[in-house]
């Protein structure tokens, strides 16, 4: 969930093939979710975006409007 402009939980373990769903529900702040070659959201005020993992390792998002955010994504084997 992103709220209060914050990711919550910050940091998740999925296995492969694992899917996460960020649900925006800030009251319409605008907020983004990316990982550099990885996954992009756009910048959205409401809604959810989800990845499919398929390849173990960690994985550091954030969002390019709010940079303190931050979190990470582990997939395990």
Not at 2 to 15: E, G, S
Not at 24 to 48: A, C, M, R, Y
Request: charged share 15%; proline share 5%; with cysteine.
């Amino acid at each position: 969930v992103v709220r209060d402009v914050h990711f919550a939980p910050v940091d998740v373990t999925v296995p492969v093939g694992g899917t996460v769903r960020w649900t925006f529900d800030d009251g319409g702040v605008l907020h983004h979710v990316g990982s550099e070659g990885e996954f992009d959201s756009g910048i959205i005020p409401e809604g959810s975006f989800e990845h499919t993992f398929t390849t173990p390792g960690v994985y550091e998002y954030h969002c390019s409007v709010h940079r303190y955010m931050t979190g990470t994504v582990t997939v395990t084997g």
